[in-house]
């Protein structure tokens, strides 16, 4: 029994801080994605020259905790003929593997749940792309052919996209070597270069299959309204139905971060390697001071004494921000011997910093894109996925690695590697809408039965 | 003792769910008690500190074959399926094959550990500090030493591909 | 890790399940499933033996019964696909084309 208590003791005296990281994030993430559901909220409605949600706070501010409040107190519905265990069961493992993902990232070389993990980058894709079951077991379970519908399109196309997304990660890694985040982002700081430059193609083929993986617009079939309600998420209401949103939320914050950390860089800043543009670090605190004082500025224009109080609060949130991201820059600057002992909060903080910059351009763009394109049909999804992306990406991959080779053998490195893989990108691109053109005029030469796919429903 | 602890761990969730699939009525329970057997054998691997398999038994078995084996259980009727009977009758030819099969392999370990040197092998493994790192000594080997194999089951892909979108393509 | 018998027996264990899966069930699908048990099985006596011994081979034996795996699911599936769409039915003693 001593032993016993012996081991739980040294478990936890190795384990105590990343198990509290885990905790945090679960607790903070819904917050942070009710706030990422305002945000779209909002440029959706700037996109369509709205206004959008304006009552709850000043500007909407506080309407993701209205909405979670909503969400929890409704009524939560099983349907008749439902199968009880796996309904319960469904939305639980989309959240989960979610969750799960995010302990292999690192937000910023300090700030890492699951340190130095070997498996690294591919621990995250492969956790995050359990989520698919919690949307086909869900509409399973809920018995309507409505969301077994839903459920049937969303693993054909978490099957197709996952080929393509794969092979792109591969062309990636093949500049670094190794599989451990870390390394992968030392990688581009020690090129000097982000991959999102060195493997174009392979960047492209991502951004794609990461939308279509997401069931985000304009791939959203598995839940398109027009055809399906909600698809899979039909009979779910109130809190199993936030925690399925919850998990796409989740699972968009994973694929962007992967993303950044792939192509964009991770934590590094832009052209970090450049001595001459290091006044490029000053930026984030001037750009959260700028916000602040907007803030200050829009104080006198809102409606009552409660809503001004709480602009001030933001205000003064962004310049305690701002505080802290300055503090390690403008020290040095005031005092040079201290430039050493700042370091590390300088990599820790400013990393953080530009991590969360690049995931949430990431994730901007995947909300322009929702309100500006249509929806795909679901055998035109087929065809983009299956004659175009995945023989992009294997193309991609094989050209990446003939240029790699001719890039030693000429001891290119840096941007110079850009001389041999820009032609690769290009000549991958050339064949993949060479394949793309023959597989359309074939498809056109079959009768249109062919076009309509048994899996279109 | 970690160690251990997950061991009895995912050996139990593996076994137990295991043997729920094999006696589960509906398919799709099934195909969530293999993937929760198959989880948990991805967790014997992480014990075992076999990383990359843990992620490509993951990646491949969970995320790409069980899917299929979901997908395909949904595209077939299951409502039909259901009424039916779920067990041939063939219950005592499985009860005489399993303690067969069970019988034969514990006399094996039973004899073998009386002759010398015929044993199980009773060396330590290596402490998990000084193994090398998982990813990179797999890529080694499967690149260098089986790169014979990995060219077969490269082809052995390409054939299962086509044959099965062959048997799975509609008559035109 | 553990001495190796442990993981003999969890091997033995899944095998035998996956074996009585085979044979006892009528439903294809729930077949192929069990198959993919036994493969899983050998793959944890490969790669604890790989532990064992120190030695990476074992894993990519594993490495090669995932793909093993992953072809046969393909081509059973494709199989069933079809057969299903023929006679409308996945039950293993239905499928008699071949007895006469």
């Known amino acids: ?457 | 003792m970690l160690d251990k602890v997950l061991f009895y761990f995912f050996a139990g969730i593996a076994v137990a769910s295991a043997a729920l699939m094999v006696t589960r009525r509906n398919v799709v329970h099934s195909a969530i008690f293999l993937i929760t057997a198959l989880l948990a054998t991805a967790g014997i691997f992480l014990q075992l500190r076999a990383e990359f398999l843990f992620i490509v038994q993951i990646i491949l078995y969970v995320g790409g074959i069980m899917v299929l084996f979901v997908f395909v259980i949904m595209l077939v009727n299951l409502d039909v399926a259901l009424q039916q009977i779920q067990f041939a009758r063939q219950k005592w030819v499985a009860l005489i094959v399993a303690l067969a099969l069970a019988g034969q392999i514990g006399v094996m370990f039973w004899t073998s550990g009386k002759m010398p040197g015929q044993g199980l092998p009773v060396l330590t493994a290596v402490a998990a500090n000084r193994l090398p790192l998982n990813s990179e000594a797999v890529a080694k080997n499967l690149f260098d030493s089986y790169l014979l194999p990995f060219e077969i089951a490269s082809v052995l892909l390409l054939v299962a591909m086509i044959g099965a979108v062959v048997m799975a393509k509609k008559r035109a | 890790m553990l001495p190796i018998e442990h993981y003999l027996f969890l091997s033995l264990a899944l095998f035998i399940i996956g074996v009585i899966g085979v044979v006892t069930r009528r439903n294809v699908i729930v077949v192929l499933m069990s198959i993919e048990l036994i493969l899983n099985a050998v793959n944890i006596n490969l790669v604890a033996f790989s532990r064992l011994y120190g030695d990476v081979a074992g894993q990519v034996f594993a490495l090669f019964i995932i793909a093993d795996a992953a072809a046969e699911a393909a081509v059973g599936l494709g199989i069933i696909i079809a057969f299903f769409r023929n006679r409308e039915t996945v039950l293993a003693d239905e499928m008699d084309l071949l007895k006469w």
């Open chain 1, 1 to 457: 029994m001593n032993a016993a208590l012996q081991a739980t003791l040294e478990f936890w005296k190795l384990y105590w801080a990343p198990l509290l990281c885990g905790v945090a994030v679960v607790a903070i993430l819904p917050l942070i994605v009710g706030y990422i559901v305002l945000v779209e909220r909002k440029i959706m409605a700037d996109m369509q020259a709205r206004l959008g949600p304006m009552r709850v706070g000043p500007h909407g501010l506080l309407q993701p905790i209205a909405d979670a409040v909503k969400l929890l107190i409704k009524e939560d519905i099983i349907p008749e003929n439902a199968d009880k265990l796996v309904f319960w069961l469904a939305p639980v493992l989309s959240v989960g593997a979610g969750l799960l993902s995010l302990a292999g990232l690192a937000i910023g070389p300090a700030f890492q749940i699951a340190e130095d993990v070997n498996i690294g980058i591919l621990f995250v894709v492969g956790i995050s792309a359990l989520g698919i079951f919690g949307i086909v077991l869900g509409g399973w379970a809920s018995n309507s052919h409505y969301s077994l519908m839903g459920a049937l399109r969303s693993s054909a196309q978490l099957v197709s996209y996952e080929t393509a997304a794969g092979m792109a990660l591969v062309s990636a890694l093949l500049f670094t070597g190794s599989l451990n985040i870390k390394s992968i982002v030392e990688a581009q700081s020690k090129e000097g270069i982000w991959f999102v430059l060195l493997a174009p193609a392979a960047f492209f083929t991502y951004l794609v299959a990461s939308i279509a993986e997401t069931n985000r617009a304009p791939f959203d079939l598995p839940e398109a309204e027009s055809e399906l309600v909600a698809g899979y998420m039909t009979e779910f209401s109130g809190f199993r139905w936030s925690l399925y949103f919850l998990a796409e939320y989740t699972n968009m914050i994973v694929v962007a971060s992967v993303a950044t950390t792939l192509f964009l860089g991770g934590w590094l800043r832009p052209f970090s390697g450049v001595s001459w543009l290091n006044f490029l670090d000053f930026a984030p605190p001037l750009l959260l001071i700028a916000i602040g004082a907007y803030c200050v500025l829009r104080v006198t224009k809102q409606p009552t004494r409660v809503q001004q109080l709480f602009m001030l609060a933001v205000a003064g949130l962004c310049f305690v921000v701002a505080l802290v991201l300055a503090a390690p820059v403008v020290l040095p600057v005031i005092k040079p011997s201290l430039r050493e002992a700042l370091a590390p909060f300088y990599a820790g903080i400013h990393g953080g910093f530009w991590f969360i910059f690049k995931v949430s351009l990431y994730i901007y763009f995947f909300m322009w894109l929702r309100f500006t394109m249509p929806r795909y049909r679901f055998d035109q999804l087929m065809r983009l996925g299956w004659h175009f992306l995945i023989p992009l990406s294997i193309i991609n991959v094989l050209l990446v690695g003939v240029a790699l080779i001719v890039g030693a053998y000429f001891h290119l490195q840096g941007w110079g590697l850009l001389l041999v893989t820009t032609p690769a990108a290009i000549l991958a691109l050339v064949a993949a809408f060479l394949i793309l053109a023959v597989e359309k005029q074939h498809d056109a030469r079959q009768d249109q039965t062919a076009a309509s796919d048994f899996y279109a429903g």
